[in-house]
């Protein structure tokens, strides 16, 4: 399984963009790229994933590197409702069709009025 | 869709008690999982199931028994409680086969004294 390097705590200020790093530099061609988030003990909530290319959705951005060996999540206009603990997950295939999702500590992002 | 439900919310045990902690999902998943979270940690994987009848062992296993009988319920059994087992509990649920995200209930809050 591909290992996930976060930093333990950020903070931003409301209004701007979070900009969340993670390294996954032993990552497999085959394995994706996840982030989930929790907010205060909830249980946790899916944002975004992708395997080379850059992914947008409602919710954030996610921009790999060419050599896919890090990736960083953007939330374009941080709320203090983003406030919460980001998981950067590998997702690792293992069994006839089945694989795991395997979290980390994550990144704490405070978001600063 | 009320989406993954987990019953009750919180539950106090003595130390041998045994209990179940309930799971159920209304969005037809083939794949459910319990995780267990403890304070400042990352949340770890105790069992899951692929469909109904079939289940597996994740990272936590010892002291915990689970069945699917039907593609719904999930339950997670406690055995003979410990206070080693005291921790926040979160059942999920996703669609088998790609890399679809998961889904998770709210957790169970379990102390064991």
């Known amino acids: 399984d591909a290992k996930t390097t976060q930093p333990t705590s950020m903070d931003c200020a409301e209004g701007r963009a979070a900009n969340l790093p993670c390294n996954h530099s032993?990552?497999?061609?085959?394995?994706?790229v996840y982030w989930y988030r929790q907010i205060h003990s909830q249980g946790p909530q899916y944002i975004i994933h992708?395997?080379?290319n850059n992914e947008t959705n409602e919710m954030a951005s996610l921009i790999i590197t060419e050599d896919r060996k890090s990736s960083t999540l953007i939330l374009p206009h941080a709320t203090l409702r983003d406030t919460a603990v980001y998981y950067c997950?590998?997702?690792?295939?293992?069994?006839?069709?089945?694989?795991?999702?395997?979290f980390g500590k994550g990144t704490k992002l405070s978001v600063i009025p | 869709n009320a989406g993954v439900t987990q019953t009750p919310k919180f539950q106090v045990l003595k130390t041998g008690q045994s209990m179940t902690l309930q799971c159920a999902q209304d969005?037809?998943?083939?794949?459910m999982s319990w995780y267990r979270q403890d304070p400042g940690m990352g949340l770890r994987l105790i069992h899951y199931?692929?469909?109904?009848?079939?289940?597996d062992q994740g990272e936590v296993p010892n002291g915990y028994n689970v069945s699917r009988s039907t593609t719904e319920d999930f339950p997670l059994r406690l055995l003979s409680a410990a206070p080693s087992q005291t921790s926040v509990y979160f059942c999920?649920?996703?669609?088998?086969?790609?890399?679809?995200?998961?889904?998770f209930g709210p957790g169970t809050r379990l102390t064991v004294t």
């Open positions: 999920a649920s996703r669609t088998s086969g790609g890399p679809y995200e998961q889904y």
């Open positions: 032993t990552i497999s061609g085959n394995e994706y």
């Open positions: 992708g395997l080379k």
């Open positions: 997950i590998v997702l690792a295939y293992s069994g006839a069709g089945s694989y795991q999702l395997t």
């Open positions: 969005m037809n998943h083939e794949y």
């Open positions: 199931s692929v469909g109904a009848g079939i289940t």
